[in-house]
């Protein structure tokens, strides 16, 4: 495939033309960039709100972990419950079957 001596000057032009308005629009939009803050400000009032709903999530969360303890000291107890009664059941057992 042979090129046309034609092509050569117009890849050339529209090359340099994309760069000629490229580059600033590139260095228009890193400046901006550079310029906005990192982190907007939040209205006070959100900043008090959201400080009350960080308190409310750790009142719940102490809360859960209370409810989780006594679930805990329930199944133990239930547990040692059942454990006693098979102890009973099987000392009845042993003390039936011994005529």
């Given amino acids: 495939m042979e090129i046309s001596p034609i ?15 490229g580059v600033p629009i590139a260095r228009a939009y ?3 960039l550079d310029r906005e803050p990192s982190r907007s400000e ?10 009350r709903m960080e308190q409310a ?3 719940i969360s102490i809360e859960v972990e209370r409810i989780s303890e006594g ?3 329930t199944t133990k107890l239930l547990a040692e419950r059942n454990t006693g009664v ?10 039936t079957e011994r005529p």
Avoid: H, N
């Fill in 7 to 21: 092509l050569v000057p117009i890849v050339l032009f529209v090359c340099g033309a994309v760069t000629a308005i």
């Fill in 30 to 32: 890193a400046r901006r």
């Fill in 42 to 51: 939040l209205p006070p009032d959100v900043t008090a709100r959201l400080e």
């Fill in 57 to 59: 999530l750790d009142s």
């Fill in 71 to 73: 679930q805990r000291f």
């Fill in 86 to 95: 098979q102890a009973g059941v099987s000392d009845r057992q042993t003390s």
